[in-house]
């Protein structure tokens, strides 16, 4: 089991910049594929980005490519989510979660954290 921690969420004008981390508990976090998914008021959660244990493979949304990237430091436990030239339409909770397979669906993960906001103005 893995418990998931984000942290990096708030207000920013359209088309800046955040960070979003996820600290991972546990020794077995390499094991893990994770991504980010996101759910904006009166909408279903939705995958945004994910990355296969070892970080050599990424997928993303149609909506983010070539604006967000994420990364992981498996010796730090931790994941990441760049987001670049942020739109008011990524103003959502953002999630953190983690699974046995890298997998684009947010329904394919097995653990999640407690999610952050993010607020883009415009």
């Known amino acids: 089991q893995v418990q998931l921690v984000e942290s990096g969420g708030g207000l920013v004008q359209a088309g800046g910049s955040l960070r979003l981390s996820c600290a991972a508990s546990?020794?077995?976090?390499?094991?893990?594929?994770m991504a980010w998914c996101r759910q904006a008021p009166g909408q279903e959660r939705e995958f945004v980005a994910g990355?296969?244990?070892?970080?050599?493979?990424?997928y993303y949304a149609d909506s983010v490519k070539g604006r967000f990237t994420i990364s992981r430091d498996n010796a730090k436990n931790t994941v990441y989510l760049q987001m670049n030239s942020l739109r008011p339409e990524d103003t959502a909770v953002h999630y953190c979660?983690?699974?046995?397979?890298?997998?684009?669906?947010?329904?394919?993960?097995?653990?999640w954290g407690q999610g952050t906001q993010v607020t883009v103005s415009s």
């Open positions: 979660a983690a699974g046995g397979r890298l997998r684009s669906r947010e329904r394919e993960y097995d653990y």
């Open positions: 546990g020794r077995t976090f390499s094991r893990y594929a």
């Open positions: 990355i296969g244990n070892l970080g050599i493979t990424t």
